[in-house]
């Protein structure tokens, strides 16, 4: 009779992948080879670059020391950094200040006071820079009292920060509104019982509560404000900040090198951002357990009062911006003939040909929304419900989170040196629309992807095992469970995607083409050309755009809801 092994000794059967998984790995090599192509490898030509000469020769940190050794970038450098700062400081506490009133007071029209305070999102930023050109430019409408409180002009600095402070408001608010949000009422209970003042609740109980999305609020503040280019190059005027710098050395003086290491520059500050908000976030702790009990704010009369004035002023500030923009976008001459007609935006649509532009934006934020949507929900799907691979799903995950930290005019750049390598095969996309959709793809894939996986992890892994187990195939169980049940985070990333699309510059500033130009760019260009009139009309008419895409997404979240949801209720 044969000797039976002992079981320890026995050697472990290896079972052969599956069909469904072998096209899971060819599926998730695929995306992982999108975003290398499109992320990655762009990225590393510009590392490259900044270590060549002119003649692109290998010469080291010659650039890196001949941009230090120059007083002018270094001023850039600076004037970068201190604006950044003057506006995180500004827009923080008043971003604050309104998420507090939002959901620790029972003021009235909160609905209200959030929407029009998102209303800056729908348009581009340098919205906010032409209106303040408008109010206190040369020929504005309130120059001499701003003159009259010492500042000779709008013009630089000034501009900047205003401008800014306007454009990053919504950003800093939603994450202010989401940390404030999340309370437990009993701690205040707790202090109620105790005796304990308002201020010191607030200090002790609140403010330490939202102290992570404080910090995550500020770093993003800091972060936009750094690597914004349209508003410094609208209202800048002699006042050179980074953004503007890579484009001076790109576009004007052609010297790739050292627009390459300014580049790097603009790109140190958003990775040690983003290194800090992962740092934070590893250290937050959970804010509401099982047994919490959500916060709820009582009325009070005198307080809420107060709250609701506040957030009357900074409405009505927004309301300001925006409405000037449109007055002025009808204005016949200013400021001499103020009597509204369509000039302006006959003057951009027909005789300037943005017409074109505008169906370019379009069509990029079309194709942006629905290729980008595909590619980020099959991408995060694969990352959360695949098994194996662990080594690529790990890359995905990685190129997945690096857009965040990769400001758009550095993509943008990478995207030139890369795409345009005469011996690259992916050449041929070079001045087309693809490509300028592929990058806005890339550049907001960060927030679609969390999005997505966030949908996904909702998601029980039981679904999985129990089809497997049923040996029910998993392409039926994607489209059956889990497709149906993601659908709104999907209408959500699509809107995203194209809201974004619409309003971008920084990403395509450089990847445009005379047939491929979008109306974000025309904008520019107008501006540039002194017809601040048709950019204001182009520019509003992006917002309605916008805005009329928005509710049309928010119809078919409805519709979505009511059809795939109602197992929820």
Excluded at 156 to 179: K, Q
Aim: with cysteine.
């Amino acid at each position: 009779m044969a000797a039976v092994l002992p079981l320890a000794d026995a050697a472990p059967l290896r079972q052969a992948p599956h069909w469904s998984d072998r096209i899971a790995y060819l599926a998730l090599a695929a995306v992982a080879g999108v975003l290398a192509a499109f992320l990655a490898l762009p990225l590393a030509s510009i590392l490259q670059k900044a270590l060549q000469g002119k003649q692109e020769e290998f010469v080291g940190f010659d650039n890196f020391i001949s941009y230090a050794q120059t007083p002018a970038l270094l001023e850039s450098l600076w004037n970068s950094v201190w604006v950044s700062g003057v506006v995180t400081l500004i827009a923080l506490p008043l971003a604050f200040g309104f998420a507090y009133a939002l959901t620790r007071s029972c003021m009235p029209f909160k609905p209200l006071f959030r929407g029009i305070t998102l209303i800056p999102l729908l348009a581009p930023s340098l919205l906010a820079a032409i209106s303040l050109i408008y109010w206190f430019g040369n020929q504005g409408v309130l120059k001499a009292w701003m003159q009259g409180l010492g500042i000779p002009e709008i013009y630089g600095a000034p501009g900047i920060v205003v401008a800014e402070c306007f454009a990053v408001f919504p950003h800093a608010l939603m994450i202010l509104v989401t940390a404030l949000s999340l309370s437990d009422a009993r701690l205040y209970e707790a202090a109620d019982a105790m005796g304990t003042s308002a201020s010191r609740k607030f200090f002790t109980i609140t403010l330490p509560g939202a102290k992570y999305g404080l910090i995550s609020a500020g770093l993003v503040t800091f972060t936009l404000v750094m690597t914004d280019f349209g508003i410094p190059k609208v209202i800048g005027g002699n006042f050179n900040v980074l953004a503007t710098d890579i484009f001076k050395l790109v576009i004007g003086q052609q010297d790739f090198s050292r627009g390459s290491v300014v580049a790097i520059l603009l790109l140190t500050p958003a990775i040690l951002t983003f290194a800090v908000d992962k740092y934070v976030s590893k250290r937050q702790t959970a804010m509401l357990t099982a047994r919490a009990v959500p916060y709820r704010p009582k009325p009070t009369p005198g307080y809420d009062a107060v709250m609701t004035a506040c957030c009357c002023a900074i409405a009505l500030l927004v309301l300001a911006m925006l409405g000037m923009a449109v007055f002025a976008s009808f204005a016949s001459f200013w400021p001499y003939n103020l009597t509204p007609s369509l000039r302006h935006y006959t003057m951009g649509l027909v005789d300037a040909e943005v017409g074109v532009g505008f169906v370019n934006s379009l069509k990029m934020a079309a194709g942006t929304a629905l290729f980008g949507t595909l590619l980020v929900f099959c991408g995060a799907y694969l990352v959360e419900k695949t098994r194996g691979a662990d080594g690529l799903r790990g890359m995905v995950r990685f190129l997945a989170m690096l857009p965040m930290a990769v400001p758009g005019l550095v993509l943008g750049l990478g995207y030139i040196f890369f795409f345009n390598e005469p011996g690259n095969p992916l050449n041929f996309l070079y001045h087309t629309m693809a490509l300028l959709t592929l990058c806005t793809i890339v550049h907001f894939y960060t927030t679609g992807h969390l999005t997505a996986v966030t949908a996904l992890k909702s998601l029980d892994a039981e679904f999985e095992a129990v089809s497997a187990s049923l040996k029910v195939p998993f392409y039926k169980t994607f489209w059956r469970v889990t497709l149906p049940i993601c659908t709104p985070a999907l209408v959500d990333i699509a809107r995203y995607f194209f809201i974004n699309a619409m309003t971008t510059i920084s990403a395509v500033v450089f990847l445009y083409s005379p047939e491929t130009k979008v109306a974000s760019i025309a904008i520019l260009n107008l501006d540039e050309a002194g017809e601040t009139g048709a950019a204001a009309a182009m520019a509003v008419l992006i917002g309605v755009a916008s805005a009329i895409a928005t509710l049309l997404f928010m119809g078919l979240a409805w519709v979505v809801n009511k059809r795939t949801q109602a197992w929820k209720s």
